[in-house]
């Protein structure tokens, strides 16, 4: 079994900036991309960020250069930088995982959320 857990979300005024840690711990063999999605009130889950094991990056427009991901492999740990935060960007923030469990068997993994607001 495998876990991903977020932090660092809260309430932050527009134009601040907030970091999300997200740890992924349990039976991992290797993990490929990771990714950070968000969910607003009443609308689907999107992509914000991806980064890939060699360190290839992946940004939704609406973030580009505000925003960064990036992955610390030793500590399997995926990290989003949010600066110049807007209030739209409220939303609850979930951490997203391709685990290798197995040698050869991958399974996709959510973190429980983190809930982030942005006040104008």
């Known amino acids: 079994q495998v876990q991903l857990v977020e932090s660092g979300g809260g309430l932050v005024q527009a134009g601040g900036s907030l970091r999300l840690p997200c740890a992924a711990s349990g039976s991992i063999f290797s993990i490929n991309a990771l990714g950070w999605y968000r969910q607003a009130p009443g609308k689907r889950r999107v992509l914000v960020a991806a980064i890939t094991s060699g360190g290839t990056t992946n940004y939704a427009s609406s973030v580009k250069g505000r925003f960064t991901i990036s992955r610390d492999n030793a500590k399997n740990t995926v990290y989003l930088q949010m600066n110049s935060l807007k209030p739209e960007d409220t939303a609850v923030y979930y951490c997203?995982?391709?685990?290798?469990?197995?040698?050869?068997?991958?399974?996709?993994?959510w973190g429980q959320g983190t809930q982030v607001t942005v006040s104008s």
């Open positions: 997203n995982a391709d685990v290798e469990v197995l040698a050869g068997s991958w399974v996709d993994y």
